[in-house]
Each structure stands twice: as C-alpha cells, then as structure tokens.
C-alpha cells in the first residue's frame, strides 16, 4: 500500500516547524506527505487563562477530531500540550529527539529579582514556582503563540516573561536576553515532539514509528505517568523531569500551591529495568506526604 500522510498541525509558526520536521523526516524515508493546518479554540481565544476555559488538551482537541473524522493521518503536537489519556481509537507513534527541557526568563533590561518586578506567563506551573521563590513579585496572564508572547512583552512594563527554550531555539527566536531557569522543574515532556496516528492505520503507524527514540520516550512516559496519577483530571502547577545516565533513570518532580506558598517535592532514581510504574510510585510518594490535601485545595481554587 502507498499513499500520501497527511500531517495534521495547528498554525502557529512553531507548530508548523514541528510538523514540518515530522515532513522532512519522512520523506527522508522515502514516504509521500502533505500539510493540513488546522486552527484549535486554544488559538483563538487568546483573552484567558488556558485553566480557565475548562476544556483538557485545548490545543490538541481540534486535530483529534480531525483524524477520526478522516481528514488527516496523523497530528504532531508539543508533547507537554497532550492529554495523558488520549482519545478513543488514537495512539501515541513516536517521540522524536528531545531538545532543551529548559524554561527560560527573557528580559527587557538588567533584572534585579531583590526588586519588586511584573513577571508574565500563561503557566500555573511557572507560576507557582516563581512565587515559591519570588513571593514579592507580582505575575500576570500571557497568551498567544511564541511571536505574540515576544510581541506583549515588549509592548507591556513587565520585567520579564518566562518561555519554554525549546519553542523560542526552534523558529530561531531565543533572545540574547535571557537567562535559564535551572531551579525550575520543567513541564511533564517538555521539549518534546509527539506524532500520534489512529490505531487502525497499519501504514501510518509503521511509517512513523520509525522516527521514534527510545530514550525520549522512556523518560516522557515516566513524566506523564508522575502527571496522570497526581492531577486526576484536575489541572495542577506539577513539574516532573526524568533522566537517563547509563543504565539508570533519575527523576525529579513538584506539586506547588496555585500561590506557590506551599510546594511538594520528589527525586528518586531506578534501574532502566524498574521503569514500569516508577513514574507511578513517584507520584504515590507526594500523595500520601501532603498531596492528596493539596490537590483537593488546588481543585476547589480552580472552581471559584
């Protein structure tokens, strides 16, 4: 069987490059491919809070539908955007190389955090850690796609935004301006690119499985595991960040207040081969030392 993949993308700039990337690799291997960019509700209501819309995988929802009904073949996503339980009928292919899981503070002028500063991101989990170390700051809402995001914090008197590395590298927009947040526990698959396809599609499912790496996967499947179990369908400020040396897998992980006054931490290392569950006993160990309490406190935050 031979036919063209139709690779299914949101339209910002820096989800065009990811699918773009999945195109070129494929057709490297010798398989046809066309773009079908798709408009999501996450591009287009740019005046809240993503938390606040109420609505799981808002970036991702618009190109699920897209693949049931038959108008693509497979999506490529910012892994960190997807859903850990996925729709009904599509499957997870392949996770391509990891870039930078670094979040980063893109500034205008010299930043002095003994100050009193504005810092702006979209994130409850930047957020949350930002206050949890700057809890005399003041941050605020930001939205929009990469070049929007660059765009308000010129235009605004903020001291700074913080940004995922990985996004502002790809389209070649990182700032000399910048400063890496190494405290920060980044977001479950940060950095990631994740390709999905239906389950019932042989000749997708085998074409892009070939782009996958087994390290990246490993150490995401891991992260998302530590987030399903903590976040049971609640959004939540949670970190988490895995890590292979040799033959072993380092993780470490976070669960903050919504205020960042309280924060809830873990790091545990395993053998490769202990690796089933370990994303799941990480988070095992936040819930019975406080975070059981503390998501029920983040939920009832959230409903206000």
Known sequence: MKKTIRIGTRNSPLALWQANEVKTKLEKLGFETELKPITSTGDIVLDKPLYEMGITGIFTKTLDVAMIQGEVDIAVHSMKDVPTLLPKGIVQTAVL???SVDDILVTKEPFNPKEICTIATGSLRRKAQ?????PHHHVVGLRGNVNTRLQSLSDN???????AKAGLERIDLLPKNHEKLTWMVPAPAQGAMVVVAMENDPFCLQATSLLNDGKAEMCTTVEREF??????GCT????????????????????????GSQKL????????????GFG???????L???GKELMAAIKKDLEK
């Open 288 to 290: 019975t030392n406080g």
């Open 280 to 286: 799941k006993k990480c988070a095992q160990h936040i």
């Open 130 to 134: 930002w206050l949890h170390r700057y």
């Open 236 to 259: 939540a400020p949670i970190g988490a960040f895995a890590k292979i040396s040799k033959d072993q897998i380092h993780f470490k992980g976070a669960l903050l207040s919504l205020d």
């Open 97 to 99: 190389k990891r870039a």
């Open 265 to 276: 931490a873990v790091e545990e290392t395993a053998e490769i081969y202990e690796l089933e």
């Open 157 to 163: 008197d903020w001291q700074g935004a913080i940004f």
């Open 227 to 232: 987030l399903r179990e903590l976040e049971g």
